[in-house]
């Protein structure tokens, strides 16, 4: 018993220590997104300090890249109508920009 519970301690502490590196993950200050229309060049950090919850754009929980779903899983909406959704709607609320050469500034590809 006292061997299971000094396990049981153990494995616990592992768990806390992952999950704090998870937590303290704040992803690529910088991040391009490749696109058609021209490469957008996202100031994750920037946005990071501009929107309290990282929830808002990381609805299925913190830190999981959105094309590992969007654009590859069938019930998720397809990447351009995610990422539009998501940037384009907080821009007109928040007086960010709304213009496609704004957020497509790079090249096609
Ligand atoms: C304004 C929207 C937005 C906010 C707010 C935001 N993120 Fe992100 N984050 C993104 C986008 C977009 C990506 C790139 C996703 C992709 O490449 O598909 C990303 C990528 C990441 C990645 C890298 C994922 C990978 O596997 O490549 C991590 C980690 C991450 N974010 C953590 C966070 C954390 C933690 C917070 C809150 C402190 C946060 N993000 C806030 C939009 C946001
Ligand atoms: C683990 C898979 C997964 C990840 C990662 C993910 N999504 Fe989603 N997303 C979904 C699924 C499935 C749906 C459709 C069901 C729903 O609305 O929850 C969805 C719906 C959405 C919608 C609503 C679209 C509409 O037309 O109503 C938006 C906006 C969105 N996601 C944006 C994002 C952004 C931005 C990211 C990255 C910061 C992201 N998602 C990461 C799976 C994911
Ligand atoms: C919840 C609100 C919110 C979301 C979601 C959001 N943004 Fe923004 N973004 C802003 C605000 C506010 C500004 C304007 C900041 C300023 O002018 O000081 C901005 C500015 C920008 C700029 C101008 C350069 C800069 O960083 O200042 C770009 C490019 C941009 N956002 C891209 C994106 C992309 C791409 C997404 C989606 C992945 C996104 N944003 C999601 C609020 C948001
Ligand atoms: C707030 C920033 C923003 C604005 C404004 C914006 N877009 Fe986008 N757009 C994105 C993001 C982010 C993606 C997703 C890129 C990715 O999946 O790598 C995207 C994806 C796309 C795609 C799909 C690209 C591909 O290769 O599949 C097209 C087409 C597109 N946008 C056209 C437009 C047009 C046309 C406008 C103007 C009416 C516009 N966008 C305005 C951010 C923006």
New binding site residues.
Partial sequence: MKKFITLFVAIAMVSIAAMAVIADDKGPAEIKLPASMGEITFNHAAHQGRVADCKT????GEG???R???GI?S???KAK???H??CKGCHKEQNGPTKCKQCHTGPKG
């Fill in positions: 754009c990381h609805h299925q999981t890249a959105c590992s779903c969007h899983k019930d998720a909406p109508k995610a990422f959704a998501t």
